[in-house]
Structure formats: structure tokens, C-alpha cells
């Protein structure tokens, strides 16, 4: 079965400091993708980033990037420089590859709340 | 850019009422979903919609839920005789399958009440 653990609940930083989010899976599948989403506090769900398990190469987008390490099965994403717009709850998910065709859920981690203060 | 939209954005219902939550997914989209989320929880799969047919559901989607696309447009959810433990946050999906864009967008999702 596959699972997602963010062990973090609760982060609270000040502004201009970088902050980690950590996010460790499971999954019996040899491929699959890992994403994350932001919920800022008007409770929307905002995609920020899909990677598949076959591409290991860091990723970075402005002040936001992610790591992922297939040997610790871990996607961690780091906002470097934060700013008081980043406060919001940020979820890691994780798809299995299509077997059956139509679905690909996805598999949500607790989230982990993020507040940015000035 | 094209997105997801929901309506309503809230409902409040009694208990054992019937409520039916609206979806129009991104126009191209071919695979519809359909999430909850309970207050400050995590969100949680139902259901997902391929070719008119469920593709997959979870254990949540219990003889309750019904999920329908009565036309080319909308993506419904209906609940059949809601109870207080169905007050959450639904949240609407759709996905174009393949490429570098494949991955679930999310509407702004519909908080239901039930009282």
C-alpha cells in the first residue's frame, strides 16, 4: 500500500529564513510520481511541482526547490528566503503508475503547516 | 488558464438530506476526481471517472455517494442521506493524461455542512 508521512506538523519561521518541508513515502511500485501541493488559508489546492521516480535530478523554481532521493525514498522541498505569502499548509502526494486506466489517485501526507512571520 | 470551478462554494444541509455537489472540470480533461477533506485533516481520495465509468473508488465511497457526468460539462457528486461525519471540504479534480502537464488540478473545492 502507499503511504505518506510528513512528520512535520507545524513550522513556524521568521521571515527571510529557509525552511525545509520534509516528506518521506512508500510505495511497493517501481514507478510512480511524487507531488506537492499548497493550501494557503483561502483553502484551495494549488500544484506546485510532479516528479517521477525515474528522474531523480533536483528541481529548483525561483526561491522553491525539492529534493528527491530514491535511496531514503524521501521528496523534501525547501523555500529558501521566505516571505509572509508562503504561510500556508503544504501537502506531498504520490500516484502509482497507471494500472488501471482512469485512476491514478493520489495519496496525501498530513500536511505540514507552514507560518511565516514578520 | 483554463481551471476547475465548483459550485457551490458552501452547503449547508440537515442530516439525511440529499446534496449534490457540482464540478466543471478543464474543458480537454479526461479523468475526473473527486476528494475530501475533513477540517485540518489530510485530504482523502473517493473516487475517480474515466469514460463515463468509475475507475477506481475507495472505501469511503460507500452506496451513499454517487458520482455522475450528465453532460459534457459538469462532474457531479451526490450524497444520498448525508450524516454529520460528511461535513467536509470536497474538492474536484481533472487531469489530462500524458505529457509534462499530466497531473491533477484541483478546484477551490465545496465545504459542506451538515447540521
Not at chain 2, 35 to 53: A, D
Request: glycine share 6%; hydrophobic share 35%; with cysteine.
Amino acid at each position: 500500500a502507499q503511504k505518506v508521512t510528513q512528520a512535520q506538523t507545524e513550522i513556524s519561521v521568521v521571515e527571510k529564513e529557509d525552511v525545509t518541508l520534509d516528506c518521506v513515502y512508500e510505495t511497493r511500485d517501481t514507478t510512480y510520481y511524487l507531488f506537492w501541493y499548497k493550501q494557503p488559508p483561502s483553502g484551495e489546492l494549488v500544484f506546485l511541482i510532479r516528479r517521477n521516480s525515474f528522474d531523480e535530478q533536483n528541481e529548483i523554481s525561483g526561491r522553491y526547490s525539492w529534493n528527491f532521493q530514491k535511496s531514503t525514498s524521501s521528496f523534501n522541498f525547501t523555500i529558501t528566503a521566505s516571505q509572509v505569502v508562503d504561510s500556508a499548509v503544504y501537502f506531498c502526494a504520490l500516484s502509482e503508475a497507471i494500472k488501471i486506466q482512469g485512476a491514478q489517485k493520489l495519496v496525501f501526507g498530513q500536511g505540514t503547516r507552514l507560518t511565516i512571520n514578520p | 488558464e483554463p481551471e476547475v470551478t465548483q459550485t457551490p462554494s458552501h452547503q449547508v444541509t440537515q442530516m439525511g438530506q440529499e446534496v449534490i455537489l457540482r464540478c466543471v472540470p478543464i474543458s480537454n480533461h479526461l479523468y475526473f476526481y473527486w476528494y475530501r477533506q475533513i477540517l485540518g485533516q489530510k485530504v482523502e481520495f473517493l473516487v475517480s471517472f474515466y469514460n463515463n465509468e468509475i475507475s477506481e473508488k475507495s472505501e469511503i465511497f460507500d452506496d451513499q455517494f454517487s458520482v455522475e457526468r450528465p453532460d459534457g460539462s459538469n462532474f457531479t457528486l451526490k450524497i444520498r442521506s448525508t450524516k454529520l461525519e460528511d461535513s467536509a471540504m470536497y474538492f474536484c479534480a481533472s487531469r489530462i493524461a500524458g505529457g509534462p502537464t499530466d497531473t491533477q488540478y484541483f478546484g477551490p473545492g465545496t465545504r459542506l455542512t451538515v447540521l
